[in-house]
């Protein structure tokens, strides 16, 4: 089977470390972002043939036409990872819906669509892992109160994309872990 995986928010982040992982282990990636000069420079940056797009995961047709794509320039997606969020982090009372609307779009709407996109192919292969992803210390979470989650973090400090992109190589590599959620947290779930 072709190692070929899809990173949707591969051009920065925890996308972009598991990518970098990925094509240490001889992974074809699609390096997917909103953005293709930054997909491009991302995929640029791993050397090999690794390619790049441009998608909003919140549109349906866009994703529809990403995947036709990979596989017309890449063959068969049979690793998908969704890294792709944004953050509009305020007090609920101040945040506009507009915000609101576009982070649900984002964040939920589009894992959902990719996968939805994926799974007709991984179904057909009778094979194929996903692995959609949380947070960590990245450019969408960096005005977060640091200081006082890592008071309350058994590790001591924030996880860092490298952190999170070991579990999701881990998850994607393990064909009989199915239907799991793995936290990576550092052991903050162990004190609440």
Do not use: W
Not at 42 to 70: I, R
Not at 72 to 96: M, Y
């Amino acid at each position: 089977m072709d190692k070929v995986c899809a990173i949707f928010g591969g051009s920065r982040g925890i996308g972009r470390a598991v990518a970098q992982l990925m094509a240490q282990k001889g992974y074809r990636l699609a390096i997917i972002a909103r953005n293709l000069e930054l997909a491009k420079a991302a995929a640029g940056d791993l050397g090999g043939d690794h390619l790049a797009f441009s998608c909003d995961v919140a549109k349906e047709c866009d994703v529809q036409n990403t995947f036709e794509k990979m596989e017309k320039n890449l063959g068969r997606v049979n690793f998908l990872v969704n890294a792709a969020g944004i953050n509009r982090d305020s007090l609920l009372v101040r945040t506009k819906t507009e915000d609101m609307i576009s982070q649900l779009h984002t964040n939920l709407l589009g894992s959902m669509l990719t996968c939805k996109a994926a799974l007709k192919t991984m179904i057909q292969q009778q094979r194929g892992s996903i692995v959609n992803v949380g947070f960590v210390h990245t450019d969408m979470t960096k005005d977060l109160k640091e200081e006082h989650l890592k008071k309350i973090i058994p590790l001591g400090r924030f996880g860092e994309p490298i952190d999170v992109a070991h579990a999701v190589v881990f998850l994607l590599e393990s064909p009989y872990v199915t239907g799991h959620v793995l936290v990576v947290d550092g052991g903050l779930q162990l004190t609440i």
